[in-house]
């Protein structure tokens, strides 16, 4: 089943980085502990460190590729996934609550990127397997480079939100315009 918290974990922790603004929500441990904070899932029981920022920003690089790269390289996507479940030493284990079955990866390290790297790569992983690379992505409009992972029913997703599609739009239009 897939896990649209962690995917969208994932795509949360891609777009700390804003490669276009030159921006990075991800310098100081304090900004970590704020990501963690609005992604309980992944956030550790122990003090976090400048170790720690370092270790989850090699982990955005990844996660950043993976969404960068999975519809034109698939190949090399899987690679960076299976390398980085290695590296956190993700273990799937089987659930069950409320008559509710279902698998997720856990790590058997008290590393807050360990942790991280086993819930968003393994949710990716199964975005692929069920619904294909094609399903990762990287906003479309031009001076967005914001990552995404579509899960709509017909997969046609360009934009990374409403705003980009909607400044797109706009563009596209007074474009037209111009040209009469």
């Not at 995917?7 to 804003?18: E, F, G, I, K, P």
């Not at 904070?37 to 122990?46: D, K, L």
């Not at 094609?134 to 914001?146: D, F, I, P």
């Amino acid at each position: 089943m897939l896990d649209a918290y962690h995917v969208q974990t994932a795509v949360d922790l891609a777009n700390t980085l804003r490669p276009v603004k030159g921006e990075d929500a991800l310098e100081t441990v304090e900004q970590l502990r704020d990501f963690l904070a609005g992604h309980p899932a992944a956030a550790p029981s122990r003090r976090l460190t400048r170790a720690d920022l370092a270790e989850v920003r090699e982990l955005r690089e990844t996660v950043r590729a993976v969404l960068e790269r999975a519809s034109t390289d698939a190949v090399e996507a899987a690679a960076l996934i299976n390398a980085g479940l290695r590296d956190s030493r993700a273990t799937p284990e089987l659930r069950h609550e409320d008559d509710r079955w279902w698998t997720e990866a856990t790590s058997d390290t008290d590393r807050c990127s360990a942790h991280l790297a086993a819930a968003t790569l393994s949710a990716l992983a199964s975005v692929i397997a069920t619904h294909g690379p094609s399903r990762l992505g990287v906003c479309a409009g031009l001076n967005c480079r914001a990552t995404f992972v579509d899960l709509s029913r017909n997969g046609s997703k360009q934009y990374c939100t409403r705003n980009c599609a909607h400044r797109a739009s706009v563009a596209a239009y007074r474009s037209r315009q111009n040209a009469d």
